[in-house]
């Protein structure tokens, strides 16, 4: 059974600060690519940021430096942080695993397994 499950979503004024997190099960999780996305109402779902199961990050824009990912491997857990948010960072924001060596890159369909998301909302 493979199961993610996000948490730390929430509403909050601009400026503000969250961190979102991604509880993995049922899988060898260090060995995964894992990555976050979002969809804001209306619109597509995009990439977020992406890190390798050695920790390497990458996201999807590069002046995006308000944006941290993160995992520990020794918890099974993944992390996004956020700061300074935006009204434009309103959105559900899903995390997503990648069993395969390779195909880590911010890419929808790279991603096999998927949660249920955690919904941000900035004001």
């Known amino acids: 059974h493979v199961q993610l499950v996000e948490s730390g979503g929430g509403s909050v004024q601009a400026g503000g600060s969250l961190r979102l997190s991604c509880a993995a099960s049922?899988?060898?999780?260090?060995?995964?690519?894992m990555s976050w996305f979002r969809q804001a109402p209306e619109k597509e779902r995009e990439g977020v940021a992406r890190i390798t199961s050695g920790g390497t990050p990458l996201y999807r824009d590069p002046k995006a430096t308000r944006f941290f990912i993160s995992r520990d491997n020794t918890r099974n857990t993944m992390t996004l942080q956020i700061n300074g948010l935006q009204p434009g960072d309103t959105a559900k924001y899903y995390c997503a695993a990648q069993p395969a060596p390779g195909y880590c890159d911010i890419v929808e369909t790279d991603f096999d397994y998927w949660g249920q998301g955690t919904q941000v909302t900035v004001s």
């Open positions: 049922g899988y060898p999780y260090r060995s995964y690519c």
